[in-house]
Every structure is written in C-alpha cells, then in structure tokens.
C-alpha cells in the first residue's frame, strides 16, 4: 500500500509467494510472531532446526520421520506449542487420531488460543466420535478466530452428526465464504445435501470439491455416490474409476464400482470388484453383503454363505446379511437353516 510504486510487491503473485512461505512456516512451527518485550521467547538453534527439518519431511509425505523429527524437538523443549501441534497434525495424517488428540492437547495447555491446535483438536473429536466435544472446540477456535474456514467446517461436520444438518450447511457455507476453494467443505457440503436427497445441489457441491481438488479419491467417490443415486449409472461408474485410479487401495471406490456392474447385470465385474473392496478393507461390513447378494445371482450359494458369514462376524446385528444368509440357504434346500 505504499504510495511508492518500487515499494510496493510488483504482482498479486508476488504477494502469494509471500503468503504461501507464511502459511509453511506456520505450519512447520518455524514461524516466528512479533511478542510483547515482555514475553520472553527462547528458542534453541538446535529446535529450530529439528522444527524445520520436519516441515521438510512433511512435504515429502515422509510422515513417520516428520512425526520423529516433532519429537525431537520436543524433547529439547517440551513446552514448544508448535511442536506438538505439528506433532498432532502428523499422527492425524497418519489415522493415530488418539495420540494425535493428546498432542493437540499438550500444544493448548502452553497456548490455548492456537487456533489450528484448537481445530486439530475438533477434528479428532469427529473421528472419535465425540461429536459435543469437537463442537464446543470448534466454536472455541471461531471466538477466537471467526473467519476460520477449516473450524467451520469442522463445527459443520460435528452439527451433521448431532442430527443438525441445516445448521451444518449453513457453517458449510460459512466456510466456502471465507475459502471458497476448500474443497473438503465442498464435499462435506455434498454429504449432508445428498443425505437430505437434494441430489442437484450435492451434485453441484461434488463437483466444486473435484474441480478445486482433482486428484483426491474421496471427492471423486463422493460423486460417484450422488450420481448413483440420481441413477446415472455411467457417469457414476466414471466417478468411481477416477477414485480407484488416484488411489487403487480405497475400497469405498471399489464398492462403488461393484454397485454399478450389479446394476447393470455384469455379475462377475461386480464380484471381483467387491472382492476387491473386502480385500482391502476386510471390515468393509457392506461390501462383504453386497458379495453375497452377487454370488448368490451367480448360483454360488456356498461362498455367498461364506460371504454373508464374513459380514455377520463383522456387525452380528446386519440384518442385511442374515436376510441374504437365509436365502441362500433356501437356494441349497437347507430349510431348516434357513
């Protein structure tokens, strides 16, 4: 703002450069704020660099050592919020939300007004089940920062689960109006509107989420499942094979793809494709079902029973797969079975 125009940023990107080496640092931990004189902050060149050396790992996907090189720093200071946070943030990579909570936690107890601690915090809540607690934590995160796009959308995801979804789109909406590239709102928008079947707008939803995230397998899922439903099966097989593409080891995308061979009577696609769902995710309670219901179509009672047993042993209380169980065993003539 400068009124002199050589001291002022030559483009807008040029700013964003500035912003993005911000946002790293601050997620790294290696950020460093301007404090009252009065606050002493002393920390070691050697914390430095071990909270450097992780953002480092971290960028190379490499969560494990990033994880241990956040410990590392730790271990020179524990009382280093920025190291648990970012210690946090990588065991939730990691799907270790526990431990990722209790880092999250020791990082608010040295500065309770981290804000992406606070939402770290909410986030695992959500994956734990606490839905009231990751709420309270997320409105925390919004006293203190109210145009915080990831806690609205974290606030809306704990409302979805409480069985508010109106208040959930409207703290979506929220989000997409401070970010209205955050894809993960787009797609937990998507969510609650095709639970609602408002199945246009989910659509329109999904696509946000895809076009500002391509090359996320979840996003693509999330459209193959409201194309499903809206029963355009081809541009829904599409979806799903975009998934399964970005990632081959995602078994939401293989179940998806099983559902539509099925639909459309290709019964041994359907079956290797929800075999391949079962292999991958052996508690994916659904995809073992919907085997059996193929393998029964194919005349193979004997493994649809194995494949109901499969499902049963997961979650006794399926009463999908005792269903399917029992005709089966109707098929093979065992009446008293069935």
Do not use: C
Request: charged residues 25%; aromatic residues 8%; without cysteine.
């Amino acid at each position: 703002l400068n009124m002199t125009s050589d001291q002022r940023p030559a483009s807008a990107q040029e700013v964003s450069l500035v912003l993005r080496h911000i946002d790293q640092q601050r997620i790294s931990g290696t950020l460093v704020y301007s404090l009252p004189k009065t606050v002493p902050t002393k920390v070691s060149s050697k914390t430095n660099q071990a909270m450097q050396n992780a953002y480092v790992l971290y960028s190379q996907r490499r969560l494990e050592d990033a994880t241990a090189a956040y410990e590392r720093a730790l271990k020179d200071d524990d009382k280093n919020a920025q190291a648990w946070q970012g210690r946090g943030l990588m065991l939730a990579l990691r799907g270790q939300h526990r431990d990722a909570l209790q880092s999250f936690e020791r990082a608010l107890q040295v500065d309770s007004r981290l804000v992406t601690a606070l939402n770290g915090k909410g986030s695992a809540l959500n994956y734990l089940r606490r839905y009231r607690e990751a709420l309270d934590t997320f409105e925390r995160a919004l006293s203190i920062e109210p145009d915080n796009a990831s806690a609205w959308d974290g606030k809306g995801t704990a409302q979805n689960a409480l069985g508010q979804p109106e208040q959930a789109l409207k703290s979506y909406d929220l989000a997409l109006h401070y970010n209205p590239r955050l894809a993960l709102a787009w797609n937990n928008k998507a969510l609650v509107l095709r639970q609602l079947r408002r199945y246009q707008d989910a659509l329109t939803s999904s696509e946000e989420a895809t076009t500002h995230e391509r090359n996320n397998a979840t996003y693509w899922n999330s459209k193959g499942l409201v194309l499903y439903d809206m029963g355009r099966l081809s541009e829904a097989h599409k979806a799903f094979q975009e998934a399964a593409r970005l990632n081959p080891n995602f078994a939401p995308a293989w179940y998806g793809i099983g559902n539509i061979l099925h639909a459309q009577h290709t019964l041994p696609g359907a079956r290797d494709a929800f075999n391949r769902a079962v292999k991958i995710d052996p508690r994916f309670v659904r995809a073992w079902d919907r085997l059996g219901n193929v393998l029964s179509d194919l005349g193979d009672y004997s493994k649809a029973v194995d494949a109901y047993n499969e499902a049963i042993r997961v979650d006794s209380k399926y009463a999908s797969a005792y269903n399917g169980k029992a005709n089966a065993w109707l098929k093979l003539g065992r009446y008293d079975l069935a």
